[in-house]
Structures are given as C-alpha cells and as structure tokens.
C-alpha cells in the first residue's frame, strides 16, 4: 500500500498529557498538509509543509502545538498539556503543486486514514 | 475557522433515487473538489474541478463548478447502498495556491434498499 499512513490510529489521553502523531506521506509528493476534524464538522486545516519547510500555520494552531517534517519525509504533529477541546481526527494528507487530482503518475491529494484523539 | 456552506446536511432516500447538494461561499474559488468519507477514515476525492461552468462526470457522479466560481453542486444518479457516507466540498481559494483546503461541513447520505 503506498498510501498516506498514519500511526497510530487511534488514542486515549488524560487531561494535561502530550501526545505525538505520525504521517508518511506518499512518497514523491513534497507538500503534506494536517488537518483537524471535529465530530460532524468538515476537516478544518492546522498547517503545511513544502519539503521541510513549515510555510503556513492556521490560528487553530495554538502555543500547544507543534509540528515537524525534519527530512522533508514523515512529519509528526505534537500537542502539548493536552485539552478536552483537543478531541478530533487528525487527518494528515500528502500532495503535489497544482495535481489535485490523481492520474496515472501520481495519486494526486490524497489523506490518510487519520488519528482519532480522545481526551479524558 | 471558515467553511463553505453545504447543504443539506443529511439525506435519507430509496436506493435508485437521483441526489443532488450543493456548496455556497462568499469568497472566489479557483478549484472545487467533492470527497466521500465514512467511518473511521479520511476524505477520498470523487471528482475535482477548474474551471468555471466545468461540469465534469465520474461514473454515476456529476459535479459543476459554478459559473460565479462562489458555488458547487454534486448529483448521484442512481443511488446504490455503497454510496452511502458523508459528502464534502471542498475549495481553494483564488487568492492562494498552498493548496489549503476549505471544507463544508458535509451532507449525510443514507440509502434504504
């Protein structure tokens, strides 16, 4: 499977802990995006990468959060003092400039199957 | 943050039935796209758009990008029970070209056979 992958899939934190996702994107595309999903809400976007570089953070992105893709490769995304507000999908999707859409040399944007964060 | 408007939020129909939602923004959009997600998974891309009055076809999917460029629409013709799920649009603005994503917040479609 040479989708975007996402680890873990699940996971259950107490109130005040930090807590580390991953994401390998697909792996020709360099831009790869976090998003965060509430329940019954659309994926709204948190930041991206083009290669290592970090190029745009949204103000959802509080002091709390922090995100990395040091080899321009997997990234990790880290929540600190971690909230109940913090509860969603973390959604992680991988990409090339201007391909949206997939053709027969590149799957295009594509998201992983994202990380369900529950804060207790 | 901003999101465009979807609607309707939830359908419940006959399988073979016809479906149609749409997306409405105030703010120029220079592409459009239309995801399906279900449960426990992320967004896959159906169909994506780039032009203004593009009306492109996927299988039994017809998407159109609205001729203001404020607005999508989706139909389904002939609905079978593996459609069902959540549908989102999605939209990047014309003003950037990061490839950031605006989402509505999706429409429900249940299918009965």
């Known amino acids: 499977d040479t989708g975007v992958s996402q680890d873990p899939r699940h996971k259950i934190t107490k109130r005040g802990q930090n807590v580390t996702f991953r994401c390998d994107p697909i792996?020709?595309?360099?831009?790869l995006y976090w998003y965060r999903q509430t329940l019954g809400q659309g994926p709204e976007f948190l930041t991206y990468?083009?290669?290592?570089?970090?190029?745009?953070k949204s103000r959802l992105l509080s002091d709390r959060f922090s995100a990395e893709r040091p080899k321009g490769s997997f990234s990790t995304l880290e929540i600190q003092r971690t909230e109940q507000g913090d509860s969603a999908m973390y959604l992680c999707?991988?990409?090339?400039?201007?391909?949206?859409?997939?053709?027969?040399?590149?799957?295009?944007?594509?998201f992983g199957s994202g990380t369900r964060l529950t804060v207790v | 943050g901003q999101q465009l408007n979807q609607s309707p939020q939830s359908m419940f129909i006959q399988e073979g039935e016809d479906v149609s939602m749409n997306c409405t923004s105030s703010?120029?959009?220079?592409?459009w796209l239309w995801y399906k997600q279900e449960p426990g998974e992320g967004p896959v891309l159906l169909i994506a758009?780039?032009?203004?009055?593009e009306l492109t076809s996927n299988g039994r999917l017809t998407a159109q990008f609205g001729i203001t460029r404020k607005d999508s629409f989706l139909n389904i013709s002939a609905s079978i029970p593996s459609d069902v799920g959540i549908y989102f649009c999605?939209?990047?603005?014309?003003?950037?070209?990061?490839?950031?994503?605006?989402f509505g917040q999706g429409t429900t479609l249940q299918v009965k056979p």
């Open positions: 999707a991988s990409g090339i400039p201007g391909q949206p859409y997939p053709s027969e040399n590149t799957d295009g944007y594509t």
């Open positions: 792996s020709e595309h360099n831009r």
């Open positions: 990468f083009q290669n290592e570089a970090q190029l745009e």
């Open positions: 703010s120029i959009f220079n592409t």
């Open positions: 758009l780039y032009k203004a009055g």
């Open positions: 999605a939209g990047q603005l014309r003003s950037s070209n990061t490839g950031k994503l605006i």
